[in-house]
């Protein structure tokens, strides 16, 4: 009488199944923590760009006495020798007049600025308005610009001036504010909402897959 042979059980072990759930794991820990590492860069450098153009500001007037858009003799300052018409002058009024996100045709200060710098070769960029890429954005690719604040300050900002930078996720809003500010984007110096008019949002109102535009008052 033949006796049937036993089949062998396939399967994994406890000690197998362990040692796969711990790379997972890893992997899964890996990703976070790279993707958490990403978006501390963007924050960083979403930041570093309010901090720049302030920096620029004041790196103008003690250059030339004058304020970057606004400069009359701006040609005279910024243009290279030879091209004595390569910007338009400001009006000297103390204002730069236009809004943050004029579009580059505008004739607007809150545009020339960017020309009058570059050209000051206080920041980088091209100088001729009809390129590309001559407006700047910011790390999300979200356009950033500078205006006169006051009565009709975007989101209701304080101070002088205002610089607006646009297309941040809401996942990156608060970490942005406690960088620069108090973490709440609806008080302080830079505030957050989903368009530069009406109400600055609230920080328990923040929804991390919309896009916002913060705006810092200085």
């Not at 362990?18 to 978006?39: F, M, T």
């Not at 338009?88 to 710098?117: K, Y």
Request: hydrophobic residues 40%; glycine residues 12%; aromatic residues 6%.
């Amino acid at each position: 009488m033949q006796t049937k042979p036993s089949a062998k059980q396939a399967g994994f072990t406890l000690v197998e199944i362990s040692i796969v759930l711990v790379i997972i794991g890893l992997l899964i820990g890996g990703v976070l923590k790279g993707q958490e590492l990403i978006n501390s860069a963007k924050v960083k450098s979403l930041a570093q760009d309010f901090r720049n153009i302030q920096t620029i500001i004041y790196a103008y007037q003690d250059k030339f006495r004058a304020l970057p858009g606004d400069d009359i003799q701006a040609a005279s300052h910024v243009c290279p020798s030879g091209t004595p018409a390569c910007t338009t002058n400001g009006d000297a009024d103390g204002i730069i007049e236009g809004a943050w996100d004029d579009a580059a045709t505008a004739n607007a200060e809150s545009i020339r600025f960017w020309q009058h710098v570059r050209f000051a070769n206080l920041a980088s960029g091209p100088t001729d308005t009809a390129s590309d890429s001559f407006l700047p954005t910011n790390s999300t690719g979200g356009r950033i610009g500078i205006q006169s604040a006051g009565a009709a300050a975007p989101l209701g900002v304080t101070g002088s001036y205002a610089i607006c930078s646009a297309g941040i996720p809401g996942k990156l809003i608060r970490q942005l504010d406690s960088t620069l500010d108090d973490g709440d984007p609806s008080t302080g110096p830079v505030r957050a909402g989903l368009t530069t008019t009406g109400a600055a949002v609230s920080a328990t109102n923040i929804d991390d897959a919309a896009t916002y535009v913060a705006c810092m008052g200085f």
